[in-house]
């Protein structure tokens, strides 16, 4: 009964989306403000039925209701109540679900804090935002329908794949969805304005927190994501440049370039041709991530003929967003023209510099992530494009954002004086060059990883410093720390943003450099070295959880004869979905992190071991945090609040 | 839920059997070479090799039969004394360029190569064009108090 409540009230939103596309437009064309009205109200109604929708299916996972074929396919009533409830968007027609039901949210939020949005804007902005909805909802009733039932309940389920039970991955596509979906809002207000013709600080003012918050998000999703990758799969790695992530990887990309080119549009008025397509842009890299991801056409061409139909719809949604803003853009930007000048050298060119690097390095990503495709449709070639092409394509350009960056940031608005800027970052420029030419002499191989790493994030880092600590001009030091603590939050986010990309440079650089592998065979009782670390085997120990079987050995860890602790590396399978997954023991530390995983029983009694030292890893992940609370602290600032000041007075104007 | 308990055990039966059965490592470690810097040659060839079972990954980090194989097969080539260049080539004539993992630079990806390069350029020189033709036409009127909020934004 929940299960057909939950199915209809999606059918039930995927009605009210096509009203609220049509309807308030109309009445924005004959100029009747109650149809225009309704926007606000079937805005909110889509979203709690989708929530219903959402709710009731969850429900179903909760329960364990194997009537429901999606539930039979993704869960066990063994499994613990967290991956139950994961479970609900760890398959794919319920993460769509949970994608319109963050695009209804971020609607309804509108919809309730847009009060000093001019209503029929509001009312284009949220029908755009339905047209969107309800291509996404068509998508899941026609192609992906989670409320599928079967006649004859089977006894249990499949399981949800062992490899994503794990709390890390459990709360890892809620967060990329919100990213993604965040993007959808920016692009609703980039095809709104376009249809009114007008764009200027107040617009660019809205669209800054959401093009901040679907980074901050994807920041969090993608470090999420790279962090399970790290503990779960087994080796330590961090980043494979596979499609799947490369699709989440190109909207962050891009949203970092919309951010930015949106804080020129809010300060100067420029840019604003090419911050709507950037929009456009980011939305669109957005869909594409979804249909790499969903289609499954890269990782296997074939898998995608056999059933085609999903992938052919997104597709479709991608060719009618991407195609249909594009076309709008060429048609209606002529007519959006900004009247501010800056010169050469001034923080605006600096951030066209940013934009302009951030986009072609998506697009390398983009070109690489779809290559393969290509090849094989144009030349019938059957090739590869993996980790080592990226690693030469991509990271030229994200070094050259390294380097300009922290001039760019601290460069004055309109026009710039590159001597004076650089008075606060000389210090940044020496200490980075130095620590590099340091740990270019001391080490003994070849790799350049290591001393540019170093250099460049310590000229982000101490460059961030520098600019923050120039802004607060005073002769003494009272002065100066009272100014520091009057700046704005947007100010310490930029901060934070910034040198959280230089912490993550850092440990990028250090784990790819410097890493120590040592794999042997250990029989029980002895022990080995690796650096300055002993490990000395215990043994092995089997034992059966709730719904795996493990094997776990024991090894205690000295460093320099100091004890260290226990680390207990795992082997666990999963009978239910037939898998292994192997649970290595990661020590944490500032410096280091050590690996240990445990392998394969030998044929004379010993076991195959694997330890890593992993120098700063946490470093990588650490940074990502830093940027992402960045972007929390900037959205917070009080500037870029949806209701500000003088909301109630413009209201009035607006309604005349 | 008992019954489910029994049938969970008689699978924990069949899994103990299975268990001693399955690899879960990549380079195993009587695959290492004695000499350590054939080893890390192995390694860096490796690196750059797909495996052709997987899924985007190459054979150095994959616990498949095939990729243990042709790890096997460039350490036997390397200890021969071949060249890095050598071992590859002779594996791409073997399985076609489908295992590189980084395709090579030629007329066919062109395109892959070149385009981050050639659309920097072109940005650049888009970018420094609409610089130097900055236009002046102003936009449709605003109300005044929309002015003196813009006003407002752009002064903090």
């Known amino acids: 009964m929940i299960i057909e409540l939950g199915h209809l009230a999606l059918i039930l939103a995927f009605s009210l989306s096509i009203v609220q596309l049509i309807v308030p437009m109309i009445g924005i064309k004959y100029k009747w403000s109650n149809l225009i009205r309704l926007s606000g109200p079937l805005a909110s109604f889509q979203f709690l039925l989708t929530f219903i929708s959402f709710g009731a299916l969850m429900n179903a996972f909760i329960t364990s209701d194997f009537s429901v074929k999606l539930v039979v396919e993704n869960s066990h009533s063994l499994k613990p109540m967290l991956y139950k409830i ?136 993608i470090a999420m994501g790279s962090w399970w990758a790290y503990y779960e799969l087994g080796w330590g790695g961090w980043w494979f440049w596979d499609p799947v992530e490369n699709a989440s990887f190109m909207p962050w990309l891009v949203s970092g370039a919309l951010l930015h080119s949106a804080i020129v549009l809010e300060k100067r008025e420029i840019l604003k041709n090419w911050t709507i397509l950037l929009a456009i842009l980011a939305f669109s890299f957005s869909l594409i991530g979804t249909f790499i991801v969903r289609s499954g056409i890269i990782t296997s061409v074939h898998a995608f003929a056999t059933d085609p139909t999903r992938g052919v719809f997104i597709l479709i949604i991608i060719f009618l967003a991407t195609g249909g803003g594009l076309t709008l853009f060429a048609f209606r930007s002529k007519k959006i023209t900004s009247k501010n000048t800056f010169s050469l050298v001034s923080r605006e ?60 940031a601290s460069l004055a608005w309109k ?106 065979i250990i029989k029980t009782g002895e022990s080995f070295d690796v650096g300055s670390y002993n490990f000395f085997f215990k043994g092995v120990t089997n034992s059966s959880e709730k719904n795996y079987l493990v094997t776990r050995g024991e090894f205690i860890v000295k460093n320099n004869d100091k004890l260290i602790g226990t680390m207990l590396p795992e082997k666990r399978y999963y009978p239910i979905a037939r898998m292994w997954t192997t649970e290595a023991s990661i020590d944490q530390g500032i410096t280091r992190d050590l690996y240990l995983v445990i392998g394969e029983e030998q044929d004379d009694g010993g076991w195959s071991v694997r330890t890593y030292l992993k120098p700063f890893a946490n470093w990588i992940w650490f940074g990502a945090l830093f940027m992402a609370a960045g972007g929390i602290l900037s959205i917070s600032d009080r500037r870029l609040r949806f209701s500000v000041g003088t909301t109630r007075a413009s209201k009035v104007s607006f309604n005349e | 839920m008992n019954k489910v308990l029994t049938g969970f055990q008689v699978l924990i039966f069949f899994a103990w059997i299975l268990m001693n059965s399955t690899s879960v490592f990549a380079v195993e470690p009587d695959e290492v070479l004695n000499d350590p810097k054939l080893e890390e040659r192995a390694r860096g060839i490796s690196k750059n090799l797909r495996c052709l079972v997987c899924r985007n990954e190459s054979i150095d980090d994959s616990n498949a039969e095939l990729a243990k194989d042709l790890r096997l097969l460039v350490r036997e080539r390397l200890v021969l004394g071949e060249s890095n260049k050598e071992i590859t080539d002779y594996i791409v004539s073997r399985y076609g360029e489908y295992v590189l993992l980084m395709p090579a630079f030629g007329w066919s990806n062109l395109l892959l190569w070149l385009c981050g390069p050639i659309m920097l350029v072109f940005g650049s020189i888009i970018a420094f064009w609409s610089f130097k033709n900055k236009t002046h036409t102003s936009n449709i009127p605003l109300s005044e108090k929309d002015e003196q909020r813009i006003k407002d934004i752009l002064k903090d």
Not at chain 1, 492 to 516: N, P, R, Y
């Open chain 1, 415 to 520: 026009r710039g004086n590159l001597g004076r800027t650089m008075i606060a970052l000389w210090p940044a420029l020496i200490l980075g060059i130095s620590l590099g030419s340091i740990v270019w002499v001391m080490q003994t191989g070849g790799r350049m990883m290591a001393p540019v790493g170093v250099s460049l994030a310590t000229w982000l880092i101490c460059g961030s410093i520098g600019d923050v600590w120039s802004r607060t001009r005073g002769n003494t030091l009272r002065i100066k720390i009272k100014r520091l603590l009057g700046l704005h939050r947007s100010d310490f986010g930029k901060f934070m943003a910034h040198s959280g990309l230089g912490i993550t440079i850092f440990g990028i650089a250090a784990i790819t450099a410097w890493e120590i592998e040592d794999i042997r």
């Open chain 1, 349 to 408: 060119s600096a951030l066209i510099l940013n934009n302009l690097l951030l986009v072609v390095s998506a697009f390398v990503v983009f070109i690489g992530t779809l290559w393969p495709l290509f090849a094989d449709l144009i030349f019938g070639k059957k090739l590869s494009v993996g980790a080592p092409f990226f690693d030469i394509a991509f990271t030229p350009f994200f070094i050259a954002i390294a380097i300009v960056l922290p001039v760019g």
């Open chain 1, 86 to 221: 994961s479970g609900t968007w760890g398959n794919h027609e319920g993460s769509m679900l949970l994608w319109v039901l963050i695009l209804t949210f971020f609607g309804f939020l509108v919809a309730c804090f847009g009060s000093n949005l001019r209503t029929d804007f509001k009312a284009r902005v949220l029908s755009v935002q339905s047209a969107i909805a309800s291509c996404f909802f068509a998508f899941i009733l026609f192609t992906s329908n989670p409320f599928e039932r079967y006649s004859i309940a089977p006894l249990n389920g499949h399981d949800l794949n062992p490899l994503l039970q794990d709390p890390g991955l459990a709360f890892h596509p809620p967060f990329l969805y919100m990213g993604y979906v965040g993007l959808s809002m920016s692009f609703s207000f980039a095809i709104a304005a376009l249809m009114e013709g007008r764009v200027d600080a107040i617009w660019a003012r809205w669209v800054r927190p959401w093009a901040l918050l679907a980074w901050t998000f994807l920041t969090i999703g």
